[in-house]
Nanobody, 124 residues
């Protein structure tokens, strides 16, 4: 199985910055895409940014120019640098990974995994 642990969330003033990290662990054969999603109260979870194994990236229009996603494949870790934060960015941010893993010594299989989420609050 794959476990994803996010860190770096917190309270920040508008215009401030935060850097989120997500480390994947477990019996991992490979990780394809990784991404960050967010969900505000009463709203659907939305994609913030994603990054493929080769490094290509994709961003939501609302965060382009402000957020940067990156990954360290050797460490199975993905990052989200968030600059010029706005109150509208307030949400629980979730890490996601498309990974190949296995149950104990069973066959390898590909699945989609989620972290527990980290709260980001942008407020004065």
């Amino acid at each position: 199985q794959v476990q994803l642990v996010e860190s770096g969330g917190g309270l920040v003033q508008p215009g401030g910055s935060l850097r989120l990290s997500c480390a994947a662990s477990g019996n991992i054969f490979s990780i394809n895409a990784m991404g960050w999603y967010r969900q505000a109260p009463g709203k659907q979870r939305e994609l913030v940014a994603s990054i493929a194994s080769g490094g290509s990236t994709n961003y939501a229009e609302s965060v382009k120019g402000r957020f940067t996603i990156s990954r360290d494949n050797a460490k199975n870790t993905v990052y989200l640098q968030m600059n010029s934060l706005k109150p509208e960015d307030t949400a629980v941010y979730y890490c996601n990974a498309d990974a190949s893993t296995r149950q104990y010594d069973g066959p390898w299989y590909r699945g989609n995994y989620w972290g527990q989420g980290t709260q980001v609050t942008v407020s004065s």
